[in-house]
């Protein structure tokens, strides 16, 4: 009872903030698509001068608007991987961040301080940390299970949550290596450091922040194709063609692991 209680209440009461914050959500992507083509040639903030990664959680609020976004634009059933940096997706997670070098969330904190928005409904400190595998998960999918989960989660204490996901909360730009120049910046300089992703604190942030995580687990016994990445050890061999597997994918990622 006190559970079906807990959940009537949360859902009596968010509906309303839920739908405002998606309409923010869009608001502040729109901002940052129309400032897509003037791309920075390094992050607008150092690493030093970030958001730290444990403050870079965001509400469902924030996702469902992030999906609802990319529905106007036809993209909501993408993959994770094609959100991030598809060829010719003019919504892309790297090309919204393109004026920034950050992550969305950073690059929409750094629209909200600009043009005076209250954004503070949208993102916190990070409480639960949202794991996937990149392939095989639709962006729809993705933003359906995280509301799911802080749901079930809000039904036993109505605590505030904000989620992690790698996706929103890490400069893509950065991982992709946009930024790096390995002949005038070769590893091991500071200039190198600076054009690549520090993914030590960025998941040693989110983890030390985060009391839960969401481990999402699809498909849960279908069969599908095994992606073409050569065993870690070369004394393996090659991986035989046409190879299927099955069960959770991000069961099968050393990352997600």
């Not at 309303?16 to 390094?42: G, Y």
Request: with cysteine; charged share 20%; proline share 4%.
């Amino acid at each position: 009872t006190n559970k079906s209680s807990a959940l009537a209440l949360v859902t009596s009461t968010t509906v309303a903030s839920v739908a405002d914050a998606e309409n923010l959500t869009c608001r502040l992507l729109d901002i940052l698509l129309a400032a897509a083509a003037a791309a920075v040639s390094l992050p607008v903030r150092s690493h030093a001068e970030r958001v730290p990664s444990g403050d870079r959680g965001f509400s469902v609020g924030f996702v469902r608007g992030v999906c609802a976004f990319f529905a106007r634009h036809g993209a909501e059933w993408l993959e994770m991987g094609d959100v991030c940096k598809k060829e010719g997706l003019d919504v892309s997670i790297c090309r919204l961040t393109g004026s920034t070098g950050l992550s969305l969330v950073e690059s929409c904190l750094l629209v909200a301080e600009r043009e005076g928005i209250d954004a503070s409904a949208l993102f916190g400190r990070t409480s639960t940390f949202f794991s996937y595998s990149w392939t095989g998960s639709a962006l729809c999918d993705v933003v359906a299970a995280c509301e799911r989960a802080i749901t079930r989660l809000n039904a036993e204490d109505a605590a505030t949550r904000f989620l992690w996901l790698d996706m929103l909360c890490a400069s893509q730009n950065l991982l992709a290596g946009t930024y790096q120049d390995l002949t005038n910046f070769p590893h091991g300089t500071p200039g190198h450091a600076a054009r690549k992703e520090d993914t030590d604190a960025l998941f040693d942030g989110a983890l030390d922040a985060s009391a839960e995580i969401v481990f999402y687990l699809s498909p849960l016994v279908e069969e599908w194709d095994a992606p073409l990445n050569p065993y870690l050890r070369a004394d393996r061999g090659e991986p035989r063609a046409h190879w299927r597997r099955k069960g959770p994918r991000a069961t099968t990622r050393a990352w997600c692991l």
